[in-house]
């Protein structure tokens, strides 16, 4: 059975609440769930992620596009069909995208267990940009990274503006958060990767790389990795001809994981 349409015109609806405010739920977390925005993350999320959909919060007009991914849902989840004036009203501002769906975060991957079999993972240390985690992991999805780690201090992954960001990678690439940047390091060392951080002042480049099993550590941009966690990796560095000598840690990440990958 389909998921069950549900018309709603009062934007006061107790059916609604989940999706009120959506801006600053964003901030303060929801209870181990997550909202995901546009059609294109939404199919990610519905057709292709292990994690539950619960509801979704459709404009009208935008039903017809998603229908065949209403046909493929439980009956258990109701699909909240409203006029644009209701969606604005609950979420808090004016949306043009037309779908939302909440999502369940399931079981935590236990890092351990996730890191043992993966040839490539990244290890995020310190990222509180929603663009560029979403980016990395768009990067990992697009390379088949086998996991993201996260230290204690990188944002979540599944933040609204990560998930649209990353094209809904961030629903597909498993990930797992460490205590710290140096529990990270050590959980991907006894899984037998090399721990690898891209710095300007690299012993070697990036291509240079043989081949291997490796955890590509990003930082953040300007300091990037701490001095003590960045003694523990192979320090390797993309060489550039041109007038600037730095990239957007996502992009510095995408140009890494393609060069790694490559020579599997």
């Known amino acids: 059975m389909p998921a069950r349409r549900v018309a709603i015109d ?17 901030l303060v977390g929801r209870e181990r769930l997550f909202v995901a925005e546009g059609e294109v993350v939404v199919r990610v999320l519905a057709e292709r992620s292990r994690l539950r959909v619960r509801s979704l919060l459709i404009e009208e007009r935008r039903v017809d596009a998603i229908a065949d991914v209403l046909a493929r849902l439980h009956d ?45 993972a990244v290890g995020l240390v310190g990222l509180t940009n929603h663009d560029n ?18 230290d204690d201090a ?13 094209a809904g990678a961030a629903l597909l690439v498993p990930f797992a958060r460490a205590r710290s940047a140096h529990e990270l390091v050590d959980l991907v060392a006894d899984a037998g990767l090399t721990p690898i951080a891209l710095t300007p002042r690299g012993e070697e480049t990036i ?16 300091p990037g990795l701490p001095a003590d966690v960045l003694a523990r990796t192979r320090r390797v560095r993309i060489d550039m001809p041109g007038k600037l000598d730095s990239l957007n840690v996502a992009v510095a990440g995408a140009i890494a994981l393609h060069a790694v990958t490559s020579r599997r």
């Open 76 to 120: 258990d989840v109701d699909a909240y069909v409203v006029p644009q004036r209701v969606m604005d009203a609950v979420v808090g501002f004016s949306i043009h995208r037309g779908i939302l769906a909440l999502g369940e975060r399931g079981e935590e991957h236990d890092p351990r267990a996730l890191v043992r079999d993966a040839d490539v």
């Open 207 to 222: 291509t240079e790389l043989p081949r291997g099993r490796y955890a590509l550590l990003l930082g953040t941009e300007g």
């Open 133 to 150: 985690v979403g980016g990395i992991f768009r990067s990992a999805a697009a390379f088949a990274a086998g996991a993201v780690l996260l």
């Open 10 to 26: 009062d934007p006061a609806a107790p059916a609604l609440e989940p999706y009120t405010k959506v801006r600053e739920r964003d």
């Open 154 to 166: 990188t944002c979540d992954p599944l933040y609204r503006k990560s998930i649209r960001v990353s």
